[in-house]
């Protein structure tokens, strides 16, 4: 399966933005599609998952209540619908994708086997 993020910009604090993961060559069914993001000097981070059957949600507690996690079945393509941006939210943000992920490891990076090229997402203060 091939992922293709986008969406990333530049954006005030307290803004929004949406950013996409579109994929092709395999249906996401039984998959688990997650967000991940990685600022200057800093480790990858878990930010959101789905589940895409079912449409299971997983947060990191810095966004919950901000970001929200979405898929759209038709489409084969995931969202993150990012409001209340914050300077500490810049960062490359990747898309990652696995049909073989078990519940504990759903936060893990190491344990997504397909990733988007990543979209980068600058909040100004």
């Known amino acids: 399966v091939q992922l293709q993020a986008s969406g990333g910009g530049l954006v005030q604090a307290g803004g929004s933005l949406r950013l996409s993961c579109a994929a092709s060559?395999?249906?996401?069914?039984?998959?688990?599609m997650g967000w991940f993001r990685q600022a200057p000097g800093k480790e990858r981070e878990f930010v959101a998952a789905?589940?895409?059957?079912?449409?299971?949600?997983y947060y990191t507690d810095s966004v919950k209540g901000r970001f929200t996690i979405s898929r759209d079945n038709a489409k084969n393509t995931m969202y993150l619908e990012m409001n209340s941006l914050k300077p500490e939210d810049t960062a490359v943000y990747y898309c990652a994708a696995d049909f073989s992920m078990i519940q504990s490891s759903i936060r893990m990076s190491r344990m997504y086997n397909y990733w988007g090229q990543g979209t980068q997402v600058t909040v100004s203060s």
């Open positions: 789905i589940k895409w059957n079912g449409g299971y949600t």
């Open positions: 060559g395999r249906t996401l069914r039984n998959s688990v």
